[in-house]
């Protein structure tokens, strides 16, 4: 970076400061210094406080999916009372709700869409990345800017032009319309997972790619198996953005899909039994957990790499 | 000498076209695909805006008609009011969440890791899903009317999503708990780097807690207080998900969920009328415009700290 002064753009904050924290954990605020008077006791109090605040607060953030978990385990007429749990557990909502209610079908269909997605993103994005970090091409400050731009395009206003476009597509006049393909075309690759790769590649020192270029690699070679390589906590952070951001996403599944239930992701799937059948808690619960669960593990694991992605993309609510 | 100086530039030049070359190819797709679904919708938006375009295409061409008509149009109004009031309740109280809980989980306390992951929790799972617990919770008969219940000693039925007087204030609600911890995780980074000394100072000069939150931590947080403001602003004045699962899509009861972009969705998707959803899109997007030009400008530029 520092060899090109006033070509590359800082990162956008706060994704720097995020990088760092996945890259070195974090710094806690200490206990003060020792030695002054007084300042124990206080602190003892501040502590207490602090750690019955805390236990409040989690519970405020725990109760919702806790009660969720438990009335996916109930029977119908026992998911109107307020047992803590259920008398005699059972999956007989998550049986119904993956057999009878097609949950099977759409678990799979967002499996899928994430998977592609994913994938397509990952490559994408870090080979334009790399590009942008290290390869010398007339326009390149242009084309970044490009990309920079597309982040203040919201959904919204390219709602009616992409619809019309997937309806009848320019040249080769196919609907995409109700088809994966259509989904996939318009979610090839982010503005932010490229940035995020391009902020990435900057950062890794020019002797390993010099090492490659001694050897006789190409361009491609490079990227593939040097620079690659190389980028693992980026090409993690941007895995779980785009796979997260795919699962959960409603718009376009529901602008792309709807009417058409052979293809309904997990969200959609939710929204069409939730309106068919307005008070089956018990197997709205259990398509909700089944929602929630593999975002739920994925985030465990990698927890890390969440906050950077998520501070990197900034604008998504 | 000269021949071997002569050679070696041709063979630089070659090889800097083909790294231009390489480079291009490498971008081609990325650009291609912003090009085509980011850039010409743009244009295309504004276009189709002077239009009164149905479902099987150009009728005529209206000039601003579809802009003068939204002046008048009441849902339209209503959805204004209805985004308006949920971005200035919802944008301080995610903000005022988000910073409490940063505070809270930079201590140095024991479980640190589980806090912030707890808080962070809601914002990782989908909206969607979220909001069908949150449905459950809030009907008539479920879990928050129990415990209205049981605190009032009498019974207590209110559908909180079904109720016109509710329903926004609900959604509201849900958000502030689903994306504080996203605030949170801004602040936290924010926080952090705040440099220590600046704590020991402050403690050395006999500054207590509170006081060094609000003289020393609050003023240094400056940028990071923008930066999550611009952000959740964005993201409130485009609410749609959690309206639209509650009401079906309706906006209902009585458009009381009715927010911009639930209203943009239905006049386009159900409606057809493509101009005039085209028009609020371009309304839309001017309104959220200025606050995101402001996040990328200067945040593109400066560090938070």
Redesign the interface.
């Known amino acids: 970076m520092a060899d090109e002064p006033g070509h590359d753009l800082p990162p956008a904050p706060p994704v720097a400061a995020a990088q760092q924290l996945a890259a070195e954990g974090e710094v806690a605020i200490g206990a003060p210094p020792a030695g002054i008077p007084g300042q124990e006791r206080s602190e003892r109090v501040r502590r207490v406080i602090v750690y019955v605040l805390l236990f409040f607060v989690s519970l405020l953030f725990f109760i919702p999916f806790f009660w969720s978990v438990t009335t996916s385990l109930k029977t119908l007429p026992e998911s109107v009372g307020f047992d803590l749990l259920p008398d005699n557990p059972s999956i007989r909502a998550y049986r119904s709700a993956l057999s009878a209610y097609d949950f099977d079908r759409y678990f799979l269909n967002s499996v899928f869409l994430a998977s592609v997605v994913t994938l397509s993103t990952l490559f994408l994005a870090s080979l334009g990345g790399y590009a942008f970090a290290r390869l010398r091409f007339p326009g390149r400050e242009v084309l970044f800017f490009l990309v920079l731009a597309t982040l203040m395009i919201p959904n919204e206003l390219r709602l009616v032009p992409v619809f019309q476009m997937l309806i009848d597509f320019p040249v080769a006049h196919v609907n995409l319309l109700g088809t994966y393909q259509g989904y996939f075309v318009i979610n090839l690759v982010t503005a932010t997972s490229l940035f995020l790769m391009r902020q990435y590649f900057l950062t890794i020192p020019k002797d390993y790619e010099e090492a490659a270029k001694l050897d006789g690699a190409g361009y491609f070679k490079t990227y593939w198996r040097v620079m690659l390589p190389l980028a693992g906590p980026a090409l993690a952070a941007v895995t779980i953005l785009t796979f997260q951001g795919t699962w959960n996403d409603f718009f376009w599944p529901l602008i792309i899909f709807l009417g058409d239930e052979t293809k309904y992701t997990l969200p959609l799937g939710i929204f069409q039994f939730r309106t068919q059948f307005y008070t089956q808690w018990p197997e709205l619960m259990a398509a909700s957990v089944i929602a929630i669960v593999p975002i739920a593990l994925i985030y465990v694991f990698f927890q890390r790499y969440f906050v950077a992605g998520v501070t990197a993309a900034g604008v998504k609510g | 000498m000269a021949t071997v100086a002569k050679t070696r530039r041709a063979t630089l030049g070659r090889e800097?076209v083909r790294?231009?070359?390489?480079?291009?190819a490498?971008?081609a797709?990325?650009?291609a695909?912003?090009?085509?679904?980011?850039?010409?919708?743009?244009a295309?938006?504004f276009y189709?805006s002077y239009f009164d375009w149905g479902a099987l295409g150009k009728i005529e061409s209206v000039g601003l008609r579809n802009y003068r008509d939204l002046l008048d149009d009441f849902l339209f109004g209503k959805a204004l009011k209805n985004t308006l009031r949920y971005a200035l309740i919802v944008v301080p109280a995610q903000m005022a969440l988000g910073l409490g809980?940063a505070v809270?989980v930079?201590?140095?306390?024991r479980f640190?890791?589980f806090?912030r992951?707890?808080?962070?929790?809601?914002?990782?799972?989908?909206?969607?899903?979220?909001t069908?617990?949150?449905?459950?919770?809030l009907?008539a008969?479920g879990?928050l009317n129990?415990g209205i219940s049981g605190v009032r000693g009498s019974e207590y039925n209110h559908p909180w999503f079904g109720s016109s007087d509710t329903a926004l204030e609900s959604i509201m609600a849900l958000n502030v708990?689903t994306?504080s911890g996203?605030m949170m995780?801004?602040y936290?980074?924010?926080l952090?780097?705040i440099p220590?000394d600046v704590?020991?100072a402050a403690?050395?000069d006999?500054a207590?807690?509170w006081r060094t939150f609000w003289k020393v931590t609050f003023p240094l947080l400056k940028?990071?207080h923008f930066?999550v403001a611009v952000?959740?602003v964005?993201?409130?004045l485009?609410?749609?998900?959690q309206a639209?699962?509650v009401s079906?899509g309706s906006g209902g009861p009585n458009y009381s969920t009715m927010t911009?972009?639930l209203y943009?969705?239905n006049t386009?998707?159900e409606g057809f009328r493509?101009g005039y959803?085209?028009a609020l899109?371009?309304v839309?997007?001017a309104i959220?415009?200025v606050p995101?030009?402001i996040?990328?400008l200067l945040?593109?530029?400066?560090?938070?700290?």
């Open positions: 800097s790294e231009a070359l390489v480079g291009y490498f971008v797709l990325p650009i695909s912003f090009l085509i679904f980011f850039m010409y919708p743009l295309n938006a189709i809980l809270i930079n201590q140095a306390l640190r890791t806090f992951a707890a808080f962070y929790f809601p914002a990782v799972a989908g909206s969607i899903a979220i069908a617990v949150a449905a459950y919770i009907s008969d879990l129990a708990w994306t996203t995780l801004f936290l980074a924010s952090q780097s220590t704590y020991e403690a050395i006999g207590g807690p940028p990071g930066f952000v959740s964005i993201g409130a485009q609410v749609f998900d639209f699962f079906a911009i972009v943009l969705y386009a998707i493509f959803a085209s899109g371009i839309l997007f959220i415009v995101t030009l996040l990328r945040f593109g530029r400066a560090e938070v700290s």
